[in-house]
């Protein structure tokens, strides 16, 4: 019996999506399956807002992807006819001998990129809403902004369809095994045969993946919105996006949005959870937590509350990602593990997964981001 579709995409959020539009780009018969429905907020691509940053504190290795990734995203803006990236620019601030501070720098320096290093007395005069303690400096890139993440995956599945791809969501997979050279994919609804299979499952990952022993750990993580006193002393590029090393962990902001005030959030590790354990509603003394925080570097930022909301990262123990091949079964592919950091990358780890699909290959250099690094042995056959 010849298989149905050529590549079956399990999850849609941001990079499943993004393989979608990746292989029905390429000729590929795709079917694209997600358990819930269009739009939800249980895993980690919803929101009206991401940071996308070219200056990479995590890892220098990180740059060429996301300057490939600025480019897909306007030729998706191009493709939907819609406005999915403002430029705003960021600022990483914090003490030198950080690691938001330092490795933005080292970035920097390896890749010859446009930037600057303020101290506190140039940082307030150039962007006068942030209060910056003497020790601290602020490294500012131009090359930085906000994706719109709802608008963003929506372009995504929208550009897939049009493409080809049957897209299928409020459908549960119950299982996938390999069969021969391809595989078998077994929902709620039916049983499915591809060639390939993409597995792009967010906080699922370690139960979807649980044959490789990945360390994965999902987490419990949230935002928060406020009103500005004076919205146009928040509004980029005045105020640009930010990352800040604080003593309570590293928080970043994105500047005024009509509708959704300023947004706030933490990377501190967050509760440990499963996305069907996680604590989805927001305390009081959460809010003023980040409320206290924030007014030490954004003086009246957070005049009146709009509203929080609940996402979940998933962590592996280095903050990097996983995309990769399974060891034991190279028709399917995998993304795992983007550890709070991985949505502006959609597009270009959409091209990898799809390049390892449909060629077994890619030219993007990702060995940094390959499964063995953990150690793990190639599982057995399912």
């Known amino acids: 019996m010849e298989p149905a579709f050529d590549v079956i995409v399990l999850g849609l959020g941001v990079m499943g999506a993004s393989a979608a539009w990746q292989l029905a780009g390429r000729g590929a018969r795709v079917l694209g399956i997600d358990a819930h429905p269009r739009g939800h907020v249980l895993g980690s691509s919803h929101g009206r807002s991401r940071i996308i940053r070219e200056a990479y ?92 993440a709802d608008a963003c995956v929506g372009a995504l599945l929208d550009g897939a369809a049009r493409r080809g791809a049957t897209i299928r969501h409020a459908e549960a997979v119950w299982s996938w095994r390999a069969d021969g050279d391809g595989v078998v994919v077994e929902t709620g609804i039916s049983t499915y045969r591809s060639g390939r299979l993409v597995i792009a499952a967010g906080p699922w990952s370690a139960a979807v993946l649980a044959d490789l022993g990945l360390p994965l750990q999902a987490v419990r993580q949230y935002v928060t919105h406020f009103e500005p006193d004076e919205p146009a002393r928040f509004t980029a590029p005045t105020c640009p996006a930010f990352i800040w090393s604080v003593p309570e962990g590293d928080i970043y902001g994105i500047p005024y949005l009509r509708g959704s005030g300023m947004k706030f959030g933490g990377h501190d590790p967050g509760e440990p959870c499963t996305p069907e354990t996680a604590r989805r509603e927001i305390g009081s003394e959460e809010v003023d937590l980040v409320r206290g925080i924030v007014e030490r570097c954004l003086p009246g930022s957070t005049g009146a509350f709009i509203a929080a909301q609940a996402c979940l990262y998933t962590l592996t123990p280095d903050r990097h990602f996983i995309v990769d091949r399974h060891p034991a079964h190279p028709q399917v592919s995998f993304a795992a593990g983007t550890s709070g950091h991985g949505f502006k990358f959609g597009p270009t780890v959409g091209e990898v997964l799809a390049d390892f699909a449909l060629a077994g290959e890619t030219r993007h250099d990702v060995g940094f981001l390959a499964a063995a690094r953990f150690g793990r042995a190639p599982a057995a056959d399912r």
């Open 57 to 148: 504190y995590e890892a220098v290795e990180y740059v060429p992807l996301v300057q490939r990734a600025f480019g897909q995203w306007r030729d998706l803006e191009a493709e939907a006819g819609a406005s999915l990236l403002q430029m705003t620019g960021c600022l990483n601030i914090g003490r030198p001998g950080t690691p938001v501070v330092d490795g933005v720098i080292a970035s920097i320096g390896a890749h010859r990129l446009e930037a600057e290093v303020l101290d506190a007395s140039a940082m307030g005069r150039r962007f006068p809403a942030f209060r910056l303690p003497e020790d601290q400096v602020g490294v500012y890139q131009p090359n930085a902004g906000i994706l719109d």
